[in-house]
């Protein structure tokens, strides 16, 4: 068998995405990043019966004498909170990690995130390698080092940028992905091709069925696809005072969702589906793109499994103060990420609070 593919990450601390199946028991791949003697593997109840006990005795096998102690959070995004971080933050004291040990960070995005959040603030920044096991994780959440937890107040408010020593993505761990997932994290795969690789809408368009049944090597090139738009976006900047900003086209109305609901209702990849049509809606009310476009992207998504439309009962005006804490908002006002059309997005500020109401009304086309 073929090894691993690798997409390389540039920045001032490059580091690879290795994408295979197996990569989980590959003690050498784990190991190969490891400065010291101590390793915090950081999982969620789900994922930690399936795979923590391999990782951990791949990772003993490769690096005999390595202290491995594992850390164990409720699964899902209400455990993405300041309270989990601490007690993360917990198992490192009692494991007594040093500068140079290294957290694990095996699961989903609220692993990740809250995993890498840990590694940042302990002692000031130690190591992190991201074991994502879900697709989300693998084409987006894993890579680029945003770290957070979320606040009541809002997703992701707390947090750092801490970019991972490696990303190992085992795409055999994507045959244990409950189907709600699978579809999560293929609306963060069309992200991809809605901001900027029309192409790459082409390809997903063809290869839908492939991908809902989980075929394994149309999985794998969406994540190698997914991966190496990620990489080339935050190589070239990093900490988002630029283009990496379209990686956010969808969350604004995402994130408000999110917070409204609780962090209960939809999940994080469900909320960007609903999110980048109503951007995608946003960009035709201000008159930038095509009704056609928003039509094609809707019909992707909703070909997905993916819900298009903002759940029942959301008041518009709650949604709208939740936006006014977005992290991508201003002096000036709401920034958004809106499109001229499929593969074309850009940054857009000062958008009039009365066109995001318009897209927001309940029955809006
Ligand atoms: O990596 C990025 O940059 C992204 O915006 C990717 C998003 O899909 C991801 O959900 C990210 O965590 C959102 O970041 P935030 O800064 O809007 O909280
Ligand atoms: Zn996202």
Wanted: proline content about 6%; overall charge negative; hydrophobic content about 50%.
């Amino acid at each position: 068998m073929s090894g691993p593919r690798w997409v390389e990450v540039s920045g001032a601390q490059p580091y690879r995405i290795g994408i295979a199946p197996g990569l989980l028991d590959d003690g050498a791949a784990l190991a190969a990043t490891l400065c010291g003697r101590q390793a915090l593997v950081i999982s969620d109840d789900t994922v930690a019966p399936l795979y923590a006990a391999r990782v951990e005795a791949a990772l003993r096998a490769a690096a005999p004498g390595l202290a491995v102690a594992g850390f164990v959070l409720p699964a899902g995004e209400s455990s993405k909170t300041l309270a989990w971080f601490g007690r993360a933050i917990d198992a490192l004291a009692a494991l007594g990690a040093r500068r140079d040990a290294c957290v694990y960070a095996l699961g989903g995005g609220v692993v990740g995130d809250l995993a890498g959040f840990a590694a940042a603030c302990w002692m000031r920044g130690i190591d992190c390698v991201q074991l994502p096991t879900t697709l989300l994780a693998m084409v987006d959440s894993s890579v680029g080092g945003k770290t957070a937890v979320d606040l009541p107040q809002g997703k992701n408010l707390v947090g750092a940028f801490h970019p991972p020593r490696a990303v190992l993505a085992d795409t055999a761990a994507l045959r244990t992905l409950p189907p709600r997932e699978l579809r999560a994290g293929l609306a963060e795969v069309v992200k991809y091709g809605a901001i900027g690789d029309a192409a790459f809408l082409d390809w997903l368009e063809t290869r839908a069925d492939a991908l809902l049944a989980m075929d394994h090597d149309a999985l794998a090139e969406a994540v190698a696809r997914s991966c190496a738009h990620k990489a080339a976006i935050v190589g070239r900047d990093p900490f988002e005072h630029g283009e990496r900003a379209l990686l956010n086209f969808g969350h604004t109305f995402a994130h408000a969702i999110e917070t409204a609901q609780g962090y209960g209702g939809l999940n994080h990849g469900e909320a960007v589906a609903v999110g980048m049509v109503l951007a995608a809606r946003l960009s035709e009310e201000l008159g930038l793109a095509p009704a056609a476009d928003t039509l094609r992207l809707r019909a992707l998504l909703a070909r997905f499994g993916l819900p298009v439309d903002p759940p029942a009962g959301l008041d518009p005006e709650t949604l709208l103060a939740h936006m006014r804490l977005d992290k991508k908002a201003t002096a000036g006002g709401l920034r958004f990420i809106v499109w001229d059309g499929a593969g074309r997005a850009r940054v857009l500020s000062d958008v009039p609070e009365s066109a995001v109401l318009a897209v927001l009304q309940p029955g809006a086309p």
